[in-house]
């Protein structure tokens, strides 16, 4: 199944549940303020978010005067046009270092599907055939650790680890120096979501992020933070936070189809200023997908 396939399966429930709704509204062909203003409540709805769903329509009613649009089919590629000036009209790659290992920090609260993003991206790279090393820094929590070694035996990944409540920054540390030695390609760094004792997350993760670029060039190379799309805004508050901690290069959002919220990609890149790289769309090493803006568009306004 391509992208476009799976992207439109996988917006299916917001279509259904919210944009079906426009439908109706643009085959009135009548643009007056309530068409306006019923449009800015599907896109609320849709978890576009109240000031990225304010600036949409206003920019939408300042084109369409521009245009002197007449048709539906006209205004929704205006504002379909208007989405891509927010979330970009490229896809955006992960970085590759100048210098091997590319090391990769990965972000997330618990329950976002952090770890299993990593299993996935090491999936990917190893079907390039680049050799990965994962490094289990989330040693405030067994399971994460437990769950990113089922993924090592998986993929035929190297993982570094520590014993449990070990130091972050010293497993990562030691995770990229061990790159260095046997020649890897990648470090995929997992981190923790939340902490068992009274450190503050955040500062630990601004030292993992500093002991990190001590380790190579340049690292942390890529900085991900990954989103339950399902939590709707609440990820926007998650993004803004780490963002604080470490200054976030791209976002994946996982569980994309189980949500009748789609819109969440757009309030997301508009809020960050940074590309949504990748989206998940099911549970397979292969349902991670490398984030098409324009196909994630027509997926969006696409007939059930």
């Known amino acids: 199944m391509g992208f476009f396939s799976r992207i439109k399966e996988g917006l299916k429930k917001t279509r259904t549940g919210i944009m079906s709704r426009m439908d109706g509204l643009f085959t009135r062909n009548l643009f007056d303020d309530q068409f306006y203003e019923e449009l800015e409540e599907i896109l609320i709805a849709a978890d576009v978010g109240v000031e990225t769903t304010l600036e949409l329509v206003e920019n939408l009613r300042r084109r369409v005067k521009e245009t002197k649009a007449k048709e539906g089919a006209q205004v929704v590629e205006l504002l379909k046009e208007l989405i891509l000036n927010i979330i970009g009209t490229e896809k955006s790659g992960l970085v590759e270092a100048a210098e091997k290992p590319t090391v990769i920090l990965v972000l997330g609260v618990n329950g976002v599907g952090k770890t299993t993003t990593i299993g996935k991206l090491a999936a990917r790279y190893q079907g390039d055939n680049k050799k990965v090393i994962l ?170």
Request: net charge neutral; aromatic share 6%; glycine share 10%.
């Open 135 to 304: 490094a289990a820094g989330d040693t405030f929590r067994a399971a994460a650790c437990e769950q990113l070694g089922v993924w090592a035996e998986r993929t035929g990944c190297e993982m570094v680890k520590h014993q449990g409540g070990a130091d972050p920054a010293a497993v990562l540390f030691d995770a990229v120096s061990a790159a260095k030695a046997r020649n890897a390609d990648v470090v995929l760094c997992d981190t923790a979501g939340r902490l068992h004792n009274k450190t503050n997350l955040m500062d630990e993760l601004k030292k993992v992020y500093r002991v990190v670029g001590k380790a190579a060039p340049g690292a942390p190379h890529e900085v991900l933070l990954v989103l339950d799309a399902t939590t709707g805004q609440n990820a926007l508050a998650q993004a803004k936070v780490f963002n604080d901690a470490a200054p976030i290069t791209g976002v994946v959002l996982t569980k994309l189809d189980g949500t009748a919220k789609g819109g969440i990609v757009i309030a997301v890149a508009r809020a960050l200023k940074v590309p949504v790289k990748f989206i998940g769309l099911g549970e397979k090493a292969d349902d991670l997908q490398s984030f098409d803006p324009k196909e994630y568009v027509e997926g969006l306004f696409a007939q059930n």
